[in-house]
């Protein structure tokens, strides 16, 4: 079962490449904080570079604005979320946070099978938003779809 709205994050730790790789616990992204956590199914893929990621830097500002941290997340590693944020010109506070196992997207039972498609595992297309830890609100995509984890639709959804 995938996490729902009123569940804590799971403890799990992701990878980020700040003056090497550094770990990040999911405790010390999500406490105490509002996060928007959209993740993709592969970092450099048609979707994820056109319309998924740009999104959120082109409305970054009106998440700051509501006091809400954004991460972005992908079963790859550390590197590469690294040149693919550099590639998007990511804002340094935007987080590209590596899964590179997929342990974390399977704690929260969003994990995809992209084999027949040969990438292996992936991270469904999805965003949560989460206060303090807890699930408030998870937007999932169905297969192929992308309406529900835009930026737009989140901010939408969280309201101001």
């Known amino acids: 079962m995938s996490i729902q709205p009123g569940d804590r994050i799971p403890d799990a730790t992701l990878n980020q490449l700040r003056d090497g790789v550094q770990a990040v616990s999911t405790r010390e992204l999500f406490d105490g904080r509002k996060v928007v956590l959209f993740a993709v199914p592969g970092a450099f893929t048609p979707t994820c570079s056109e319309k998924h990621l740009p999104g959120f830097v082109e409305r970054i500002d009106d998440f700051r604005a509501r006091g809400v ?88 959804a969280i309201g101001g």
């Open 69 to 156: 941290s954004v991460a972005c997340l992908a079963v790859n590693d550390a590197f590469v979320m690294d040149a693919w944020g550099k590639s998007q010109n990511v804002p340094a506070d935007l987080l590209m946070l590596a899964d590179g196992n997929g342990a974390f997207v399977q704690a929260l039972g969003l994990e995809l099978d992209a084999s027949a498609f040969g990438m292996g595992l992936r991270a469904k297309r999805f965003a949560l938003y989460a206060e303090d830890g807890v699930v408030k609100q998870v937007f999932v995509e169905a297969p192929g779809e992308f309406r529900v984890s835009t930026a737009e639709h989140v901010l939408a």
